[in-house]
Antibody
């Protein structure tokens, strides 16, 4: 079945970087964009950016420009999101979610989420 | 940047009664092809979000027909014809048109009275 399985929880110190993985199965990775969305404790959803696994092209929310990097490894059907210069405000659950490249169907499959805690 | 504004932010509902959530965009979400690039998502307690509606009015696979989406341009509505206990959670609208796409509304918490 179609699923996105994310890597496990992380605890990082301020200033460090974190790299979260999202492994896709049950479908062709390159037929869907992959979005990254985060949710701080008790807060709403915040879209971070998107990668086209077909060619590796990316688009990031302005808020994260310069700190976020999204990459993919098509050989393992895995997409990565790396966030650098972490601060306490980056403590959140990070989700990957696929979206068909064409036609548009919304983000129809989500990962289980990865908790990232930034604390000294 | 586009701003998505939902109302109300909290919605107590009675089982079996209808419910409605509004979402307003600061820019039109109507594409030249005639589609409105707005989605609705539900995040049930302790779960990942799930897609309910895409392109303004299309129910995602497996979504009960008591959920419906409507609207065009900048004003959109999600309606639940008869609320069931499993519908509790936080509902989000999201725009998918203007780059970089993916702006969410603040969320509307639906709970049973």
């Amino acid at each position: 079945q179609v699923q996105l399985v994310q890597s496990g929880a992380e605890v990082k110190k301020p200033g460090a970087s974190v790299k979260v993985s999202c492994k896709a199965s049950g479908y062709t990775l390159t037929s869907y964009y992959m979005n990254w969305v985060r949710q701080a404790p008790g807060q709403g959803l915040e879209w971070m950016g998107i990668i086209n696994p077909s060619d590796g092209s990316t688009s990031y929310a302005q808020k994260f420009q310069g700190r976020v990097t999204m990459t993919r490894d098509t050989s393992t059907s895995t997409v990565y999101m790396e966030l650098s210069s972490l601060r306490s405000e980056d403590t959140a659950v990070y989700y990957c979610a696929r979206r068909r490249i064409s036609p548009y169907y919304g983000m129809d499959v989500w990962g289980q989420g990865t908790t990232v805690t930034v604390s000294s | 940047d586009i701003v998505m504004t939902q109302s109300p932010l909290s919605l107590p509902v009675t089982l079996g009664e209808p419910a409605s959530i509004s979402c307003r965009s600061s820019q039109s979400l109507l594409h030249s092809y005639g589609y409105n690039y707005v989605d609705w998502y539900l995040q049930k307690p302790g779960q990942s979000p799930q897609l309910l509606i895409y392109l303004g009015s299309n129910r995602a696979s497996g979504v009960p027909d008591r959920f419906s989406g409507s609207g065009s341009g900048t004003d959109f509505t999600l309606k639940i014809s008869r609320v069931e206990a499993e519908d509790v959670g936080v509902y989000y609208c999201m725009q998918g048109l203007h780059s970089p796409s993916g702006t969410f509304g603040q969320g509307t918490k639906v709970e049973i009275k």
